[in-house]
């Protein structure tokens, strides 16, 4: 029988909640491009619910008790407590939002780990060189939190550009002086705005800005096909490097590893446009933290957003927090309650896959059999 050591954030501060904002989440079909939604043989939660906190469970309990595995949660993540549950598990199932980081030390202090499922989109807490050196398998819930993001990431491009987190502000504090706000308040019509990648969520921002009239650049490591590249009307560049002097706005979209650690450093800041808005929602250390401050203050960027932090959660004197001109939220984009829905079933759907002896779907793998697998594969590389 297998012990599951699931890591959630913290409940609410007033508790878990027992009514909700809406009634039920709309029905999707699918997801773009015709990957299916998660398929567990059976759910034992609310659509809609909060599930990705403690007493959310992801909806796993019955389920696996059930079964008679153990099931251990907690929003504990780095005490002797941690360590001593981490010893004895067979799977680690945490969220980027939270996240257990599983490093090289523990796992190798963790002899019975066998799985790690991310309940999101985004491995790069499990040092995978060494889930590839121990056999550890890795997967995520591809595809579940996507339109999430991307959605976050308009909406983050909007409020940079346009000043709105200002103008709230001035409401909020009694204010009217309206010259403060739009003395920095834009359109993004006519802009050039470029993607660090076109996977998922890259292409689906690509989608979602093309009705704002802007000319829309990307980079990836994979072409997308001419068709889309002709239907959103996209320019395409070998590199970041290449991409970001023509861009008024740059997302970022790509996964953290050692092809795009640290890429947004003093160096490449300094070619971009005296201006320009950086938005990343992909992974704090794809940019250098102190960079990101350095160019806020000179004016070299006009803004800065995102919901990735490193160490998470951040300190509280993180000097993001504090930082000019920036539209900083904690890390929630692809933890809606819609979101959550997706990747508590797709978590269920690996588990019952695992626990069962049959595959789990190719596109949810990042490592299996001691190597890059599956998406893994496709988006990540190894030192
Ligand atoms: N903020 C959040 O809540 C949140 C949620 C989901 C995902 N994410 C982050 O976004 C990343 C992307 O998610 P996705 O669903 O689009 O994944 P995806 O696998 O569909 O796309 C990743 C893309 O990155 C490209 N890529 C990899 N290395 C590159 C490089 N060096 N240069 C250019 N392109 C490169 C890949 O070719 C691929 O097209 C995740 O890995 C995760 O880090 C964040």
Redesign the pocket.
């Known amino acids: 029988m297998a012990k599951v050591l699931c890591v959630l954030y913290d409940d609410p501060i007033g508790g878990h909640p027992d009514s909700y904002a809406r009634d039920g989440l709309p029905e999707l079909s699918g997801y773009p491009g015709g990957q299916t939604l998660p398929s567990p043989k059976g759910i034992d939660f609310t659509p809609g619910h909060l599930l990705g906190s403690v007493s959310g469970e992801l909806g796993l309990r019955r389920f696996l008790e059930e079964r008679g595995h153990t099931l251990v949660v907690t929003s504990d993540k780095d005490s002797d407590r941690f360590e001593r549950e981490l010893a004895e598990a067979e799977v680690v199932i945490s969220q980027?939002?939270w996240p257990a980081y599983l490093t090289a030390e523990r796992i190798a202090r963790a002899p019975k780990l066998k799985l790690a499922v991310t309940a999101?989109?985004?491995?790069?807490h499990v040092d995978l060189d060494a889930a590839i050196e121990h056999g550890v398998t890795v997967a995520?819930v591809?595809?579940?939190?996507?339109i999430?993001?991307a959605e976050?990431v308009v909406m983050m491009i909007l409020s940079l550009v346009r000043n709105y987190l200002p103008a709230h502000r001035t409401v909020l504090d009694g204010g009217w002086n309206i010259a403060d706000v739009v003395a920095r308040s834009y359109d993004l019509e006519g802009m050039d705005v470029g993607t660090?990648?076109?996977?998922?969520?890259?292409?689906?921002v690509l989608r979602r800005l093309k009705p704002f009239d802007v000319r829309l650049h990307y980079?990836?490591?994979?072409r997308l096909p001419a068709e889309v590249e002709e239907e959103l009307g996209l320019t395409f560049h070998p590199?970041?490097a290449a991409m970001v002097p023509h861009c008024d706005v740059v997302t970022?979209?790509?996964?953290?590893?050692p092809?795009?650690e640290g890429?947004f450093g003093d160096e490449l800041i300094a070619t971009m446009k005296r201006g320009a808005y950086l938005i990343n929602?992909?992974?704090a250390r794809i940019a250098d933290r102190d960079a990101i401050v350095r160019a806020l203050d000179s004016g070299q960027l006009a803004g800065y957003a995102?919901?990735?932090w490193y160490p998470q959660p951040a300190p509280a004197d993180h000097p993001w927090r504090s930082m000019r001109h920036h539209g900083m939220t904690p890390?929630?984009?692809?933890?809606s309650l819609s979101?959550q829905a997706r990747y508590a079933a797709g978590t269920r759907e690996i588990l019952e896959c695992w626990l069962d002896g049959t595959p789990i779907r190719e596109e949810y793998l990042i490592v299996e059999g001691g190597a890059l697998a599956g998406?893994g594969a496709?988006?990540?590389?190894t030192r």
Do not use: K
């Open positions: 980027p939002f999101g989109i985004g491995s790069d995520e591809t595809y579940c939190n996507s999430s993001v976050h660090v990648a076109a996977g998922r969520i890259g292409l689906a980079t990836d490591r994979h590199d970041a970022v979209n790509a996964p953290l590893h092809e795009t890429l929602t992909a992974r995102g919901d990735v890390h929630i984009s692809g933890s979101a998406t496709h988006s990540y590389s």
